[in-house]
C-alpha cells in the first residue's frame, strides 16, 4: 500500500498525475457498486483468495448481478455459498458456467483447474453432519487443498477415529465438524500436530440448543491448537484449513 | 406401606387399637421435627441408603443437631457433605465419632466399617476436578462401595484413558467427572458397558461458564447409557453409583 | 481386548500369523465403513447391547444400508430411532422385518422375543409426554426389560402417584419423563429405593424454554439417586434403565 | 380520585378555592421530596398498606431520613427490607422505636400492635430457605395476617408435608419458599384451594443458576392458583399474601 | 381428608367395613384413570374449582373422553383449553353441549349460568395481547367472576391508562397482560390496591425473546402486590384472579 | 397541560364552565376508543409526531379501523408498520389514498409531500440487511427528513465504508444496521461526531442467536454516542434519528 | 478529510512538501503512541468532543501518563470515568488541576468552565441508582449542558413522575436510568417529545440478573424515540444527551 | 505409530522380544503418572510442541512435581499458565531455572534460546486487555516465534490500526485479542491475508456478561480466516499462532 501511495505521489511531483487526478485514485473504489451491495474487487490481492458470495438473504438476482460484474473483471473460481436449488437453477440459466453442489448447498461459478496442494482433513462425529463437512470441503477445493473426508468418527466409538490416526497426523489442518456434544475437536486435538478448526453443527436436539453446546465443548477444549468457528459455518472451516495449508504447502515445492 | 396398614387396620378391628389411635399412628411423622429441619429418620427403609446432610446453608448447630436426633435413632455413617474446616471442627467437638475429608469437604459421623462391594471407578479429566471427584469417592465407600480413582485421564490425552481401559471393563459403574469441554463421559461411555454418570464440574473459565458447558457436553452424549447430575455434585454422582452398584453386585454372593 | 491381542501376539511367535497380518488384523476395523457412516459392529461384545441406529438426520437410503450391513453380519432387534413413517415405509419396503411404532416413532428390524427380565417402570408428568415415554418403554423393552406404564402422574395431583407408590417400590430402575417444572422426578426419587432416569420433555410454552425449565429443575433434585439424560432422550433414558435393570436382574437367576 | 377532585371544583365554583389554589392543590405532591428519595406518603391510601423502604442501595442516613419523614406525618409500621446488622444499628442509634430481626434481614420502626387475621402459610423447601421465609413471615404478621411456619417439607420426603395438609386447606394464602428444583409450589397447589405464592430462592449451586432453575420451575407449574414473585423475594411474598388474606379475611368479621 | 378417614375407621371399628375393604377404599383412586390420563374427579372438592383439561397435546380423542367420563359424573362448566377450530369440532360433534371461543382458544362443555361475584379486571398492553386475555377472561367469567376488559391501555400512553383508575380501584383483583416491555404491570400495581397478576406475552420481536423480556419486568416490578405466571398463560391468569376475587367476594353477601 | 388546566379552572371559577362538565372535560379520552384500540390522537402534539400503527398482531379490519378513526380526525402520514402484502392489499381496498412498500413492509396511508430537512445517513453492513434499512429509511423520509442510503459497507472491507467518509461526516444522525457481529455501529461511531443508532439485525445464523450477537456487540460499543434499538427495529431506528435531526436542523432555517 | 488531502497534493504539486514528506504527514499518526496506550488526539476535531479516558483496567500511572500528554497538547476538560478514590488521589498528586466526584467515580482534568447549554434531564427509578445517574448527570455538565436532575421517580409511583411531567416537556434529551423493571424509559418515552436515552442499571438482585432484565425492558420499550446504551453506561448516556442536546441548542442562539 | 508397531512385531517374531514383553510394551504408558496427574511427555512428539502446564486449580507442590518429572527426562521450555505471584515464588524457591511474568500470570522453567521465526502479530482492542495479550506473546516467543505488539488499536479509532496495516500485512498469523464488542478481529481479518486467532476477554461491564459479547461478535465475524479461541485465552490464541507461524515458516530457510 506504501509503496502504491509513494508512487502516486512521485507522480503527482512530476506532473504525470493531477492531484485531483491523484485524489480520485486514491479513493477510487476498489470494489463494484451495484446498489444493493459492494462486490470486493481486490480481496484477493489483500486476502490470497477470491471473493466468495455469502448467498443467505440475496435473491438470485442479486447474486447473479455481483458474479456477472465479477466475471467482466475476469475473476474465476467464484464461490456461491448457502443457496438452494432454486437459485442454482437461476444462476445456471444466466451464467454459462456453474456447477452447484446440493447436498453442502454452494456453488462455483467459472471454475478453474488447479494441482490441490498440501493435505486438510475434514472429519466429522456423525453421518448428520455431512452437508457442513461437504461445504467445508468444497471450498478447501475450490481453494486450491488436496482434501480427504472422514465422516462417521465420533468420539463413542473410538476406535474408527484411532484407525485413522495416521491420517490426522500427516494433515496441515484439519477441520472438526460435530454436533451434540462436540467431543470430537478435542480428541482429534490430542492425536495430530497442526491445527484443528473445529466447526459446531446444529445437529442435535433438546440441550444442543441449536449448536450451543458442541459450540461452548469446542471453545472449552483442553487440546492446545483448536480454535472455532460458528455453528454450521462449514464455509468458514474450510477457508481457514485452505489458508493455513497453502501457508505451510506453497513453500515446499 | 401396604401391609402396614392392613396390619394396623386388622388391629383395628380386633380392638387392640381404636381409630383415633390408629389415625395418629398412621399420621405420625416418620422424621424427627427440629423446627428448622425435618430430619427424615425412615429414608434407609425407604430408599436403602441412610440420611445425608446437606451441610450448606445450614449452621453448625443446626448440622450437629440433626446428627444428635438421628444418633439417638442409632443411625450410623451419617454422611454431611458440603461443610468447611470451621464446620467440621465445631461438630467434633459437639459429636465424639466424626472424620472430615478436607479435600471433599465432607465428613461421617459414627462410620460404621463394611466390606466393599463390587466396583465404582472414578474418573477425572483433570488434577484441578479432583476435589469433586473425591466427594464422589468417599460417598461411594461409605455407602458400601469398592472404589478405582483414575485421575487425570482427559480426552486431550487419549493413551491415558486408553491404558486403563481394563479398570473401566470390569466397573459396575463409573463416575465421569469433567470440567472445561465435559468429553470424558462420551469417550468412556464408548469405552465400557455398565451405566456412566457424569458429574460436570465448574473448573474452567470464560465460555465454561460455572460448568454450563461441561454440563450441556454431557447431556448430549451421543454415548447411550450415560446421565448426568448437577455441576460440582460428587455426591450424587457417587450416591448414584453406589446404588447401582449395590444393586449389580449383592445378588452375586 | 488384552487376552486377544496376547492371543494374537503368541500365533505372531509361533509364526502361525505373520507380523504383516497381525498388524492388519489389529488394524481391521471393528465397524463397516458405509462411506457416510462407519456402523459400530463390535458394540454388543463391548457394551453389552445391541447397535442403535439414531435416524434423523439420516437418509431412508443410509438408515437401510446400515440395517443390511448389520444383517449381513448376522445382528438382531436392530433399534431405529427417530424415525417418521414415509422413512419406516421405506425400510420397510426394503428389509423382510421391520416393526414400527409411530407414537414412539421408532422401529426395530429383526426382532427377537426373549424373556422380559426385572421391572423397570416408566412414569410421566401428562398426557402429552407419553410419546418420549414410549420411545422410552419400547426401547427397555427391546433390550429385554419387563416395563411398566404410569402415565399422567403429574405432582399436581399426587394421589394419582401416590396409588401407584407400590410399582415404585418394587422397581430396579424408574425413567420419570415430564416437561413444565419437571417436578415428578423428585418425587418419585423420595419414594423409591432404585436409581430414577429423569427424562426432561419438551412439552410446555412460554417459559419452558423448549423443555429447559424440566431440565434445570430435573438437575437440580434434591432427592438422591435421580440422574438426567437430554430433553425429549425417551431412548437415552429407556436405555439406561435397561442396563441398570438387566445388571441387577441377571444374577438373580 | 375522582370524589376528591369533584369536591375540589366543586369547591373552585363557590370561591372557597381559587382556581390557582386548587392547581396547586392539585399538583401538591403526595410524596416528601427528600431529594435523593421521594417517599411515597399516600400509598397506605392508595394501596392499604403503609409504605416500605426497600434498604440495598440506600444509605443509612438515606433510610433514617426517609423514617423521619414518614413518623414526621405519624405512620406506624414502617418496615424496612434488605439491610445489615450494621444499618440496623445505625437506624437504632437515629430512631426511638426499632426492632430488627438479623435472619429475615428486615426491621419495624413505629411498630403497632394488630389483631392477626385469618391465616397465612409459610413453607420451605429446605432449612436453607429460612432466611427468605422469615422475611415473608415478618413481613406478612407486620401487614397484620396470623401467620404459621412450614419449615423443610421439601419434596423428595413427601410425608413431611402430608402430614401437614391439614395446615395447607385451612390457609387463606401460602407462601412457598424453594430453591432448587423448586417443586414444593406445585405440589403444594395441587393439595390446596388458595392461592400459592412461589418465591424461588438463590440457595442450590451449579445448574441453580442463582435461583433460575426454581424460578423456571414455579413459572411452569401445572397447579393452578400458583404465581411467582421474584427470587429470595420473600417480602413480595408475604406482602402479597397478607393482601390476599386481608381481602378475603376483613369481610368474615 | 382426617374426618373421611376417621369416619371410615369408625365404620372399621364397628365391623360396617371389613378391614380389607377399608383399604380398598382408602386407595380407590379419586381419578378416572382412562390410560392415556387420569381425570382428576375430586379437585373440585380439593381446589374449589372444577377440572380444567389443558388441549395442547392431547389428541381430540382424548379431550372427548376426559370430557365424557366427567360427564358421567355429573361435572358442569368443563373448561378445554389450548384447542384449535379442528378440535373443537371434533368435540363439538361428539358432545351436545361445547362452545368454543377462537380467539381465546377455550371451549366449554356444560356450561352452568352462574351469577357473577365481585369484579376481575383483564387490562392489556396492546391489541395483539388480546387472544391472551381473552383466555383470562373467559376463564375467569366461566369461574363465576364478573370480568371487565381494559384493552390497549399500555405506558407509552398514560392517559389511556388513567382515565380508567377508577376501574382499577374498585377491582378485587387485575390481571395485567402484556409482552415487549411489560411494563403494564408495575403502573397498574402503584394505581390499585388489589392483587395484581401479571401476564408476561410472546408478543414483540428480537430481544423480547418469546416473552422473556416481559416476564423478567415483571419478576422485577417495584410495586407491590404484583406476583407473575407463565408467558403467555392467560387461563392461569384468569383462574389465580378468579380465586382470589371468590375469596374477597363470597363473604361479602 | 398546567395552563390548560388554569384555563378550565378558571372557566370553572366565572361559572363558564360547570364542574361537572370540567371533570368530563378533563377525564374526556385524548384517544379513540376502538374496544381493540385505544388509537393515541394527541401523540402529534406530545411527541411533535403523527401516530404509527404497528401492524403486527392485528387484523386488516382492525387496522383499517384505526386508520378511518385518525382520517376522520383530519391525520395525514399516517405511518402502518410490519404488514404483509395481503394486509396492505386490504387496507388499499378499503383506504383511497395507501402507498405500500414491500421490501420495508410499511405502507402509508394519506401521505403528504414535505421538503426533507437536514441530512440522515442509513449504513448497513450487508446486502441481507437491506429490509431493515428500508423501514428506517422510509420511516425517516415519511417523518420529514432527507437521507442517504449507505449499502453493504460491513467492516470486513473497511474502504468500502471510508471511501464514504464525507457524507457520515455531514449526517445529523447515522443509523447503523448489521446483523452478524454488529461492528458497523463502533466504527461509524469512531469516524463522525453526530448520534448513531445502532439497528441489530437478526440476519446470521448460529452463534448469532437471532441477532443476540449484533445486539450485544453494539450495547458494548466503545464509541461514544451510539445507542441501541431492539433487533430488527428500523421503524425505532429511523424514527430516532428523524427526531435527532428535526431537533438539530429545524432551527437552523 | 478530503480537503485536507487536496490541500496536502497540491503542496506536493506545487514543490512545497516533498513526496516522502506528504507520505510521512498523511501516515503521521494523530494519537500519542504511550506504549499501553494511543491516546486519540484529534478526536475532538473528528467528534465534537474531548477525549475520555475509561478508567477502568488502567492503572493509576497509565491514566496520569495519558493525561500529561494530553495536557502536553493543551487539552481541557479531560474526563476520567470508572476510578476509585485510591485513583483519583494518585492523579491528583501529580496533576495540579483535577477535581475528583466520589459518587459518580469520575473525574475531571484541567476542567473549563463554560456556560451551560439547553436542557438534558436525568431521572432515575430509584434511589439506588443515583450513582450511575451522577455519572451521566456530571458527563453531560462536562460537555456543556444544563442538567436537571429527578431522582427517585420510578413507575410504581406515578404521581411522583407526573407531577414533574413539565420538566420532561421543556427536555432536549432525557436521560432515564432504572433498574429492576426497567419501566421507566417507556413512561418517559410516552411523556415527552425529544430522545431518550435509557440506562438500565444492575441495581437490583435474583431475576434482575445485573441488569439484563432493565435492559431487555428499555429494548422493547413500546415508546418511539427510546434507545438503550449498556448497563450502568452513565457515561454513554450522558455523553450522548450533551451531543443531541448540542446539537438542538448550539443553533438556537 | 504403524511403523513403530510393525517394528515391534518383527522383533516379536524374529524371538527378539516375547509376546508378554511386546504386549507389555505396547501398554507401557508415554506419560508420568503422579497420581493427582498424568503428565504427558510425548506430546512434543505428538504435537510439535513441549508439554505446558496449566496452573489454575493445581497447588504449587502438585506444579512443581511435574515440573521436577519434566526435568528428569530432559524437557525444557515448560510452560506454566495461571499462576500467581505466590506460586511463582514457591516453583522458584524449589526449580533452579524458573521465570514469571506477572502481567501474563506464566513462567518458564528450564528456558532454552531459540532464534525466533516468522511473524506473528498480537493486537489488543484497548489497555485492559494487554494480561490477556502478554499471555499471548510470551506463549508465542517461548514456542521460538517473533512477536510484534500492537496494543491499543480499537475499532473506535481506526486510524490507529489503519497506521499499522503494514506490520499485519506481513503477519503469519494475528491473534486479535478484544473485550467489549470484540470488533477488532473482523476489521483485522479484512485487512491481511493469514489466519486471524481471535480472543475474547473478559474486559466490559454491563451486557458483555463476561465476554460473552465479545465472544458472539467474534464468532460471528464476517471476516474470512477469523476463528476463536475461550474468553481470555491468551495461551491458547498464542499456542495456535506460533504453530501456524512454525508451519509457514520453517520450511521457508
Redesign the interface.
Known amino acids: 500500500?506504501?509503496n502504491d501511495?509513494?508512487a502516486l505521489?512521485?507522480k503527482?511531483?512530476s506532473?504525470e498525475v493531477?492531484?485531483?487526478q491523484?485524489?480520485l485514485s486514491?479513493?477510487m473504489?476498489?470494489?463494484a457498486d451495484l446498489?444493493?451491495?459492494?462486490a470486493?474487487l481486490?480481496?484477493s490481492l489483500?486476502?490470497?483468495?477470491d471473493e466468495?458470495i455469502?448467498g443467505?438473504?440475496?435473491t438470485p438476482e442479486?447474486i447473479t448481478g455481483i458474479i456477472t460484474a465479477m466475471r467482466e473483471r475476469s475473476f474465476e473460481n467464484i464461490l456461491v455459498t448457502r443457496i438452494q436449488q432454486e437459485t442454482a437453477d437461476y444462476i445456471h440459466g444466466k451464467t454459462d458456467d456453474f456447477i452447484y453442489h446440493p447436498i453442502a448447498r454452494l456453488g462455483v461459478a467459472y471454475s478453474r483447474s488447479r494441482d490441490p496442494l498440501g493435505s486438510v482433513v475434514i472429519a466429522s462425529?456423525?453421518?448428520?453432519d455431512?452437508p457442513v463437512c461437504e461445504e467445508a470441503a468444497l471450498t478447501a477445493e475450490t481453494l486450491g487443498s488436496r482434501v480427504t473426508r472422514l465422516?462417521?468418527?465420533?468420539?463413542?466409538?473410538?476406535?474408527?477415529l484411532?484407525?485413522n490416526?495416521?491420517v490426522l497426523?500427516d494433515a496441515?489442518a484439519v477441520v472438526a465438524v460435530a454436533g451434540?456434544?462436540?467431543?470430537l475437536a478435542?480428541?482429534i486435538?490430542?492425536?495430530?500436530?497442526?491445527?484443528v478448526?473445529a466447526v459446531?453443527t446444529?445437529?442435535?436436539?433438546?440441550?444442543?440448543?441449536?449448536?450451543?453446546?458442541?459450540?461452548?465443548?469446542?471453545?472449552?477444549?483442553?487440546?492446545?491448537?483448536?480454535?472455532?468457528?460458528?455453528?454450521?459455518?462449514g464455509?468458514?472451516g474450510g477457508?481457514?484449513a485452505a489458508?493455513?495449508n497453502r501457508?505451510?504447502s506453497v513453500?515446499?515445492g
Do not use: W
Open positions: 500500500m506504501n501511495m509513494l505521489l512521485n503527482v511531483k506532473g493531477s492531484p485531483h491523484a485524489l486514491l479513493k473504489e476498489p470494489f446498489g444493493y451491495a459492494k470486493d481486490h480481496r489483500r486476502q490470497g483468495a466468495v455469502y443467505e438473504g440475496k442479486q462425529g456423525g453421518t448428520s455431512i465422516y462417521d468418527v465420533g468420539v463413542a466409538g473410538l476406535h474408527r484411532l484407525s490416526s495416521g497426523m496441515k451434540m456434544e462436540g467431543a478435542s480428541v486435538g490430542g492425536l495430530c500436530d497442526c491445527p478448526i459446531p446444529s445437529v442435535g436436539y433438546g440441550a444442543s440448543f441449536g449448536g450451543l453446546s458442541a459450540l461452548l465443548c469446542m471453545l472449552n477444549s483442553c487440546a492446545s491448537g483448536v480454535s472455532v468457528v460458528n455453528i454450521d459455518n464455509f468458514g477457508y481457514l489458508m493455513i501457508q505451510a513453500t515446499l
